[in-house]
């Protein structure tokens, strides 16, 4: 078995093997870069870890896995796909393997099973959250657990009004950068001297980020994804995004947020993308996540998002429903 660097990464499909990040000696990979002499960062990448965005309590102050949890994630996982269970999303993968419940993040609807989901990927780090150093966000500021308030609202309320539902349901936006892994969760990157463009395969959003001395627009424009602006840091992308709309998220004061995104080739095969994220409506501190994409040679395919078309329609009418039948039953 081949182990694995701090960055480096095993792909999980029945068996484990080497990433295609270390296809090649990393002694004979070099950066590619473009004819303008920036690092080439072009291509596909994919976000499939298993690496949870918060550290697991089981996993105290460990900030990485050791050989062993390798060889114990390899076997739970191989079962969990071998059962062909509910599809888990996100961090439900390192979670269904140390508790052993596999558990779907919405399983009154039938869902999707393990099918819909891509190959996962172990990475080394315990979380991805690498600022603060214990891998857990700051605190939340009293303000954005008021607005649990809203929450509550939408349990009692689901659906007076579309707008009692989420932009990823009514299909306006999955956020800028969406960061979710497993499904859907794949980057293309393409760049020219002035401009870079990430496309997000989800909901196919596309951001064009100007590389040019240009100050982001006025304070009172503010953008479903923000307003980006990026630069070279020797070999190093850097991306600072601001002026989001307090409609984006549903965080208090959002339109204060700002976003520093940094990009790193680090072999032929992987890219670091490191995120700080200063957001002082919803917490009191920065915070800084770290996640190893890995390069793959698919492409990326139109999203639908059915549910923004049709589905709404229905989801309304059915609460009418129940209101109606609440409204009958309370009259008896």
């Keep these: 078995m081949k182990l694995i660097s701090s960055i480096g990464s095993v792909i999980?499909?029945?068996l484990l093997i080497s990433s295609p990040a270390f296809s090649q000696a990393e002694s004979d990979w070099q950066l590619p870069r473009t004819i303008d002499?920036?690092?080439?960062?072009q291509g596909v990448w994919e976000n499939n870890t298993i690496t949870p965005v918060e550290r697991p309590d089981v996993f105290g102050d460990k900030e990485y896995l050791t050989d062993e949890d390798l060889v114990f994630l390899q076997s739970r996982?191989?079962?969990?796909e071998a059962a062909g269970a509910d599809a888990l999303f996100g961090d439900g993968v390192l979670q269904a393997a140390f508790d052993g419940e596999i558990v779907s993040y919405d399983p009154s609807t039938g869902n999707y099973d393990s099918q819909w989901m891509a190959d996962r990927t172990i990475h080394r780090r315990t979380a991805q959250i690498i600022d603060p150093p214990n891998g857990k966000f700051p605190p939340r500021t009293e303000r954005a657990i008021k607005q649990n308030d809203l929450t509550q609202h939408r349990e009692d309320h689901p659906a007076d009004s579309w707008l009692d539902r989420p932009l990823s349901e009514r299909c306006v936006s999955f956020g800028a950068p969406t960061l979710h892994s497993g499904y859907n969760s794949y980057w293309q990157i393409v760049q020219s001297r002035d401009t870079v463009a990430i496309i997000q395969e989800m909901v196919h959003d596309v951001r064009i980020i100007p590389l040019v001395a240009k100050p982001?627009?006025?304070?009172?424009i503010k953008l479903w994804h923000?307003?980006?602006r990026g630069y070279w840091d020797g070999d190093t992308l850097v991306i600072e995004t601001t002026n989001y709309s307090d409609k984006s998220s549903e965080g208090p004061d959002v339109s204060l947020k700002v976003n520093v995104e940094r990009l790193t080739r680090t072999s032929h095969g992987a890219l670091q993308y490191l995120i700080t994220s200063d957001d002082p409506g919803t917490f009191t501190a920065p915070y800084t996540r770290e996640i190893i994409l890995d390069h793959s040679d698919d492409d990326i395919y139109?999203?639908?998002?059915?549910?923004?078309?049709y589905g709404m329609a229905y989801i309304l009418s059915g609460h009418r429903v129940e209101e109606e039948m609440a409204e009958e039953s309370g009259s008896r």
């Design 216 to 220: 982001h627009v006025d304070d009172d």
């Design 37 to 41: 002499g920036h690092p080439n960062l």
């Design 77 to 80: 996982i191989a079962e969990i």
């Design 226 to 228: 923000g307003d980006s």
């Design 12 to 14: 999980l499909s029945g």
């Design 302 to 309: 139109e999203y639908a998002c059915h549910e923004g078309n």
